[in-house]
């Protein structure tokens, strides 16, 4: 039961250069998450997709993309990296017929943005 | 918007002892959950307890307890008998009734467990 993998796991990139992160679960989970952890902040919502080819944005979503051709996949692309997107990004699904159930949470992605 | 409010950055416990993390939450939705994560240095997201609120009833699971208090909005987590392992950061989630995963969290609590 392989769940949500995330890729790269560490990843140090220059300012102004394209990163896309990618998830992939297993469990073909209709709601999919990208949230970001900052010190001081919690996690904070930055996208999420209902379906596929559905996607929103959530609290914090500027300077990034996302996509989702395919259930099971939703890479999040920052499209010219700044240090202030420098973070632990963690993507996350949940079924969608029942309302109260668990989240499930990838391992996170580290960036270093410098 | 909804808020979460976890006003202790860190706290510590001796192991074996039992140690409450605080939380308090602000909604004007009367469907919704709560949840307690732990994040080990790992960063792994761990799921350790959850409450709905329409149940009066506190959850709990194995040495993990929530203390509800829904008018207060309040959702404290008891932890009994804490060990090594229980060392990390919790965080406290709310999530709306009709969101599928839409979660907003609290700033987290360091815990530290003494032998």
């Known amino acids: 039961d392989a769940g949500i993998t995330q890729s790269p796991r560490y990843k140090i990139t220059e300012t102004g250069r394209q990163v896309t992160l990618m998830c992939h679960q297993t469990w073909s989970h209709s709601y999919m998450f990208w949230y970001r952890q900052d010190l001081g902040h919690g996690l904070r919502l930055i996208y999420y997709?209902?379906?596929?080819?559905?996607?929103d944005k959530g609290e914090v979503p500027d300077g990034y993309v996302v996509s989702r051709s395919k259930t099971e996949n939703f890479p999040l692309t920052l499209e010219s990296a700044t240090r202030s997107q420098t973070s632990v990004y963690f993507c996350?699904?949940?079924?969608?017929?029942?309302?109260?159930?668990?989240?499930?949470f990838g391992e996170g992605s580290w960036l270093t943005v410098v | 918007a909804q808020t979460v409010t976890q006003s202790q950055p860190e706290m510590s416990v001796q192991e074996a002892e039992t140690v409450t993390l605080s939380c308090t939450y602000d909604?004007?939705?009367?469907?919704?959950?709560l949840f307690w994560y732990k994040q080990p240095p790992s960063r792994q997201m761990i799921l350790v307890i959850r409450?709905?609120?329409?149940?009066?009833q506190n959850a709990t699971e194995n040495r993990f307890s929530v203390n509800f208090q829904k008018a207060a909005k309040s959702f404290s987590l008891k932890i009994s008998d804490s060990q090594l392992g229980d060392a990390a950061m919790y965080f406290c989630a709310y999530k709306k009734g009709t969101s599928y995963g839409k979660l907003t969290f609290g700033q987290g609590t360091i815990l530290t467990v003494h032998p």
């Open positions: 909604t004007s939705e009367s469907d919704y959950y």
């Open positions: 997709s209902a379906a596929a080819d559905i996607t």
């Open positions: 996350a699904s949940s079924e969608s017929q029942i309302i109260g159930n668990t989240i499930y």
């Open positions: 409450q709905e609120a329409y149940k009066q």
